[in-house]
């Protein structure tokens, strides 16, 4: 799950090469994550995760 490897510090190029996806598929994901949460940075989504306690 591209956001739980996030939350681990994992850059989007590392999570592309463990998912043996493009990186182009790993940002489509996230924008997709930006949408469903409302938030627009990698940052925000993570701090948004860990308030929840997900």
């Known amino acids: ?12 190029a590392e ?4 998912r043996e996806v493009s990186p182009n598929t790993v940002r489509n994901q996230l924008c997709s994550l930006f949408d ?3 938030t ?3 940052a925000e ?4 995760v860990a308030r929840l306690g997900v």
């Not at 591209?2 to 681990?8: G, N, P, Q």
């Not at 999570?15 to 463990?18: C, M, V």
């Not at 989504?45 to 948004?48: D, E």
């Open 40 to 42: 627009s940075r990698q």
């Open 36 to 38: 469903k949460t409302g």
């Open 1 to 12: 799950m591209v956001l739980r490897e996030l939350c681990a510090g994992l850059s989007l």
């Open 45 to 48: 989504l993570v701090a948004l």
């Open 15 to 18: 999570i592309a090469r463990l």
